[in-house]
């Protein structure tokens, strides 16, 4: 569920090229993942490095994870109490 999550995202990145001629990328609903390179895969490849990254401080904070076209890494409280109350 995690790559389908990470590649979900990537599908979303926005990408142009800055004044050096580097490229950078984002993606707009996982505002602070972003990434640059010299070229266009290098700059893909950063940002899912950083996408990574940012899902994994934010999983562990406990803050809200955006929903990407429908799939949703959020636990539920609901989830919470049926794994308590589960054999």
């Known amino acids: 569920m995690l790559t389908e999550y990470i590649q979900r995202a990537m ?6 090229i800055i004044e050096d001629g580097r490229f950078f990328g984002c993606i ?3 505002q602070g993942a972003w ?3 010299p ?3 290098e700059c893909r490849d950063d940002l899912q ?4 990254s940012w899902i994994l401080v ?3 904070r406990g803050d809200p994870m955006p929903v990407i076209d429908g799939l949703d ?7 919470y109490a ?6």
């Open 35 to 37: 990434g640059e390179g």
């Open 73 to 79: 890494l959020n636990l539920s409280t609901t989830a």
């Open 49 to 52: 490095g950083a996408l990574e």
């Open 11 to 16: 599908r979303h990145g926005k990408y142009e």
């Open 82 to 87: 049926e794994a308590d109350q589960a054999p």
């Open 58 to 60: 934010r999983l562990r």
């Open 39 to 41: 070229t266009l895969e």
């Open 28 to 30: 707009p609903d996982c």
